[in-house]
């Protein structure tokens, strides 16, 4: 039987378990460890914005059925708690998505978007076979052609100038009042889905432009397998 009485530290402990079985797919490539390092301050800034919101879901059902006042306010006081140490993590992502930027390395070679149609293929199998929602499975696939159309574009700079432009968007929006929450697939988890996916399309284009296809293919399944997780658990 499906488990419906979920702790949230369980909840979110799974997916960092999914979220790091990617790790491996980035840290092989040695001269990328800043991009590595920035796959792993996103996903903590996502956990902790995906922790908050857990325990805000709680207090608002305490608050509802008229339990426990002082527990809806030790909830409400976790949102905020976990928001912050978010936004740290994002911060410190930017700051060293800004640095791998900076640093020279990244190409501004063009790759169109039919170079990335047999990964879409695959994207679009394994979202398939989730829970999601037709209309949320769409919007996941219209992330991914927004990272492919920026490849098309100016290639590796496209993608992770991109990349660092949704992770200043997802730090406003979680400074927001509404916190990206107002959608049926939140604004915030799209914008994090735009960024995660940034990672497997930047893998390809590195194999693509350069050669180096280090794990290219392998790691694809473990990223769009969380970013997955991310939309259905943490709705």
Partial sequence: ????????????????????????????????????????????????????????????????????????????????????????SITIAISTINDFINSGILSDDPVLAIEFADMRLRISEIFVETTLKASDVSSLMQAFDDVVAKAAINGEVGVITFMRDKLVDLKDVRLSPSRGTEQNIQVWKLIGAIILIGFPVYKALRCILEGKCCNTVSGLEAAIAFIAAVAIILC
């Fill in 1 to 88: 039987m499906e488990k419906i009485f979920l702790n949230n530290k369980d909840v979110i402990s799974s997916l960092n378990r999914q979220a790091m079985a990617y790790i491996p797919s980035l840290e092989l490539d040695t001269e990328i460890n800043l991009l590595s390092n920035v796959y792993y301050s996103t996903v903590m800034s996502i956990l902790h914005f995906g922790e908050g919101e857990l325990n805000f879901r709680k207090g608002e059902r305490y608050s509802a059925l008229n339990l426990y006042p002082e527990l809806v306010t030790y909830f409400n006081a976790e949102l905020s708690s976990w928001n912050q140490r978010g936004i740290s």
